[in-house]
């Protein structure tokens, strides 16, 4: 188990760059082999690079787990292709919806779903199709865009740290995994700009200080 620093073209917000599932990946399609490489060691998973909408904001598109990926709408085809064609036995689906930023709205893991209350109930229903878990609408830490809020394994969760105890416990019932808060990247609350992680492992951005990384590692399992 291994959790590694790193920077992405510069900037240290890689969870904004980037997506990981127990399974599998998404980086920037222009990111460098051995960046790749180190992903792929540290999480011990397949790693895709691509686009989405013809950008790198990978983290805020896109939302998944083992079972499946929601897409924003703003997607090209031919990314979409890309990925349904690099991953067998995962669903890979186009939410369509008026909210584009669905990374940042949806928190999950192979357990659970918990998504932003701005999604509809059409929306919800296909979150819960497409990802086949429990899905509940709820805000984290008083915010509607849950999935910028927390970074959930099978094995544990970060949240921000103006969380509450019933953001926390709600986690806990939902997700399935004990989960604590931290900062990333020397004081940032919204985690998983700076977070990917597995349950074997996290790659968190470079300016993530060494008390940051024992509390990350702490609530993650590493």
Not at 30 to 57: D, E, F, Q
Not at 75 to 102: F, M, P, Q
Not at 159 to 175: A, R, Y
């Amino acid at each position: 188990m291994a959790v590694i620093l790193e920077d992405f073209f510069g900037t240290a917000e890689i969870g904004v760059l980037s997506f990981a599932s127990e399974r599998y990946a998404i980086v920037p399609i222009r990111l460098t082999k051995k960046k790749m490489a180190t992903i792929s060691r540290a999480l011990n998973v397949k790693v895709i690079p691509t686009t989405i909408g013809g950008t790198y904001l990978i983290g805020a598109l896109l939302a998944g787990n083992s079972n499946g990926i929601l897409i924003s709408p703003i997607a090209l085809e031919e990314e979409v292709d890309a990925i349904r064609r690099e991953l067998d036995n995962v669903r890979v689906d186009v939410l369509k919806s008026r909210l584009t930023a669905v990374g940042n709205l949806i928190l999950t893991n192979d357990k659970g779903a918990i998504v932003s209350p701005d999604f509809t109930k059409e929306e919800v229903s296909r979150i819960r199709e497409v990802l086949d878990v429990e899905v509940v609408q709820a805000r984290l830490a008083g915010r509607p865009y849950v999935g910028s809020i927390a970074v959930a394994t099978n094995v544990g969760a970060v949240v921000h740290v103006e969380s509450t105890e019933e953001d926390e416990k709600l986690i806990m019932d939902v997700l399935k995994v004990p989960c604590k808060p931290s900062t990333i990247n020397d004081g940032v609350p919204f985690v998983r700009s700076g977070i990917i992680a597995t349950s074997l492992g996290a790659v968190v951005g470079s300016r993530t200080t060494g008390p940051e990384l024992m509390a990350i590692s702490a609530a993650l399992g590493l």
